[in-house]
């Protein structure tokens, strides 16, 4: 188990990342390393090879005024000083060593170069150990050979510092990033393993259960793993209600069918009681109600069917952009003559030219619905008023419907968009209670806002507000409360 525990650990992506982060990081250091150990001694050889040239020049100035004699003088003397920082090989053409405390050089070199010599930087020194010198090598006019060097001891312990603590940086780096990697990755294998858990619980039904996004009962840290969960539980919020939703079809169906399916029962045993009685006017009727039943069931089964499609948002493939001027104006000369036949005013403000993105054909029958019940609620004589214009805010346009009818409750307006829904005054009049239904699919669809509020001195106020605009006119006047 804990072995599989430490697998499951190294195969996260988290452990991988750190590994790559450690790689790049050590390149990165290369990098750096190459640029400061150049920087650091060149700097240093710099120095030293300062110091020789300008020895060089003092002694070259002398072998000019005085020869190779003056020259050797001049190297025995500054050896005397036993604090002096340079060593000094001074031969003649033959090779022969004329003054200084370098050994012999059996073959000359001419310029800088770095030498390991078995003597110590001044007269004093009887160690033998070899020493790391900067050296400089200078022919003379005459035939000779004068060799500098400086102890170059310094320049090498620097060498071996940087690299060590190059070295040792290295190895405190990828250990870290090892450790580093494991606690990152034992971290957010312990977040996948809850979010795993929870995802099982889910899937064997337990629709509740939502994924994790606290910790030790504090509140998250809002990391992509907290935005992860909270994305996925407002999704499983929106499965669950569509679950409860088609658990709730299902009984609402199963309830409100029946009352249909048992009347049309009985008209068919009247249908059948008359034809045992010969009764041929008897049957017709029968078979006329039959029929209106069916065809009730039809429009309800229909209904459903039509909000089922449209919440899958296929319909939104189809969409293109809307004259909702147009399509409103088109609705009410539809409805003109059924509110004449109640005595019913229904006034208008519509501002033109007002263009959405969306379906006509399902932004007409939304319409539709909403002016067909202001005017079924609405008593005989009522004024129905109808505007579009721009929302508060100029988010968008707005279609606003008002009527003084007898309005709906408060508590009960989020209710009246649910399936089979209807108020307990409406029960009596005809409809299946998905004309609100359809409405409010549609109008998630289009992304758009319904909202309901009492309407001044009585009544129920529509407003339908939509945001996917694409012309509103700077003429469209602002609703008004």
């Known amino acids: 188990m804990k072995h599989q525990r430490w697998a499951d650990l190294v195969r996260t992506t988290s452990f991988r990342l750190a590994l790559l982060y450690a790689l790049l990081f050590g390149v990165s250091a290369v990098v750096l390393f190459a640029v400061f150990y150049w920087a650091a001694i060149g700097a240093m050889s710099g120095q030293l090879d300062a110091g020789l040239d300008a020895e060089r020049a003092v002694l070259e100035d002398r072998y ?27 031969q003649d053409v033959s090779g022969r060593v004329l003054a200084g405390n370098l050994p012999a ?15 110590g930087t001044s007269a004093v020194d009887v160690d033998y150990e070899p020493i790391v010198f900067r050296t400089l090598g200078v022919p003379l006019n005459g035939g000779g050979f004068l060799f500098l060097g400086q102890d170059a001891h310094s320049l090498d312990e620097l060498r071996e510092f940087v690299v060590q603590a190059f070295g040792w940086g290295a190895a405190a780096t990828l250990v870290l990033a090892v450790l580093g990697g494991m606690a990152m990755s034992t971290s957010v294998l312990r977040r996948v393993e809850a979010i795993n858990r929870a995802s099982e619980r889910i899937m064997a039904g337990d629709l509740k259960r939502r994924l994790p996004t606290t910790k030790g009962g504090r509140t998250g840290t809002g990391d992509e793993f907290d935005r992860l969960a909270a994305n996925l539980n407002v999704m499983l919020d929106r499965i669950e209600g569509l679950v409860q939703g088609l658990r709730q079809v299902s009984t609402d169906i199963a309830h409100d069918l029946r009352t249909p399916l048992g009347r049309l029962r009985r008209t068919l045993e009247l249908a059948r ?13 029968a078979i006329e109600n039959a029929t209106a039943e069916v065809d009730m069931l039809l429009t309800t089964f229909g209904a459903l069917l039509r909000i089922a499609q449209i919440e899958t948002g296929a319909a939104r493939r189809g969409f293109a952009p809307v004259d909702l001027s147009a399509v409103l104006e088109a609705v009410l000369e539809v409805y003109t003559s059924a509110a004449e036949e109640k005595n019913q005013t229904l006034g208008r403000r519509i501002a033109a030219g007002i263009r959405v993105i969306g379906d006509r054909a399902l932004l007409t029958q939304m319409l539709a619905n909403l002016v067909e019940n202001a005017l079924r609620h609405s008593p005989v004589g009522a004024n129905i008023e109808v505007a579009l214009c721009a929302s508060s805010g100029a988010k968008g346009p707005q279609v606003t419907i008002s009527d003084d009818g007898p309005g709906i409750p408060e508590a009960e307006r989020h209710k009246v968009f649910q399936r089979f829904y209807r108020l307990d005054v409406s029960r009596s009049t005809p409809g299946n209670g998905l004309g609100l239904a359809l409405v409010a699919a549609i109008t998630d669809l289009h992304g758009a806002e319904i909202r309901l509020f009492d309407n001044t001195p009585r009544g129920l106020r529509v407003e339908l507000i939509f945001t996917e605009t694409i012309t509103l006119p700077a003429t469209a006047k602002e609703c008004r409360g």
């Open 273 to 285: 009681d008359s034809a045992l009685a010969d009764n041929g006017s008897s049957i017709l009727t």
């Open 105 to 119: 050089v059996p073959s000359l070199r001419v310029g800088r170069s770095e030498i390991e010599a078995p003597i």
């Open 64 to 90: 000019r005024k005085g020869g190779i004699g003056a020259l050797s003088a001049a190297i025995t003397e500054r050896l005397k000083n036993p604090v002096h920082p340079l060593s000094y090989l001074l």
